[in-house]
């Protein structure tokens, strides 16, 4: 089956730190991935996505690169900041016309000044 | 970028009530929204896709009737749960496709069943 796995939070950074969310996934065929933040008190909003191996998706400092091999899709960053904290959910979709989207269990990222 | 509202933001309702939860695309025709929901501290899980003027497709486990969708229009599609019981409570999520195939997410709305 398809799933996604993320690591836990909360993560507390320092304003400045390098950042790293791990996601690792699950899928039959060849999935798109992607990373959704989520400010407080707001939807979902899509920050990056690759759609296929080797693909880097990039937004806003914010980087994360498909790999087939470890099934991986890390989220990463070199500088954050005190407007980055918010949740972040991995996620994937396996493909076909419904475009539907399997998602991690997200992950809290408070950046203190 | 596109927005999609939901109202109401919470709602609290008895046990053995119904309540309807309307999600709506401001700025963009959706001709498929989706309905989720989300545990504290788990992730969205798909409970349902629904298509413009066609019948809901659910997910497997998610019980068509208690949790009836109605998507009668392109900017809105309406999640009711029938007979709702305390482990009906949650924060339920809907969002809207546009034409490119992007989603765009609700702010949620979390239901308290007493």
């Known amino acids: 089956g398809n799933s996604v796995t993320q690591m836990e939070g909360p993560v507390t950074l320092s304003e400045e730190a390098f950042l790293t969310i791990n996601c690792t996934y699950t899928a039959t065929g060849y999935p798109s991935l992607f990373w959704y933040v989520q400010y407080p008190g707001e939807g979902l909003q899509l920050l990056l996505k690759a759609t296929k191996a080797d693909d880097k998706g990039s937004n806003k400092g914010f980087e994360a690169t498909y790999r087939k091999e470890t099934t991986s899709f890390h989220l990463e960053k070199g500088s954050v900041q005190v407007s980055d904290s918010a949740v972040y959910f991995c996620?994937?979709?396996?493909?076909?016309?419904?475009?539907?989207?399997?998602f991690g269990t997200g992950t809290l990222l408070a950046v203190q000044p | 970028g596109a927005v999609v509202s939901q109202h109401p933001s919470w709602v609290i309702c008895k046990s053995g009530t119904s309540v309807k939860i309307e999600c709506r695309s401001l700025?963009?025709?959706?001709?498929?929204m989706f309905w989720y929901r989300q545990f504290p501290k788990q992730s969205l899980m798909l409970m349902a896709t629904s298509n413009e003027g066609s019948k809901a497709t659910y997910e497997q486990g998610v019980e068509k009737d208690k949790f009836l969708i109605n998507h009668a229009s392109l900017t809105l599609s309406t999640l009711t749960v029938t007979s709702a019981h305390p482990e009906d409570s949650s924060f339920y999520i809907c969002?809207?496709?546009?034409?490119?195939?992007?989603?765009?997410f609700g702010p949620g709305t979390r239901l308290t069943v007493t």
């Open positions: 700025d963009f025709q959706a001709t498929t």
């Open positions: 969002s809207g496709r546009d034409y490119n195939y992007e989603q765009y």
């Open positions: 996620a994937l979709s396996p493909g076909g016309a419904t475009n539907k989207l399997i």
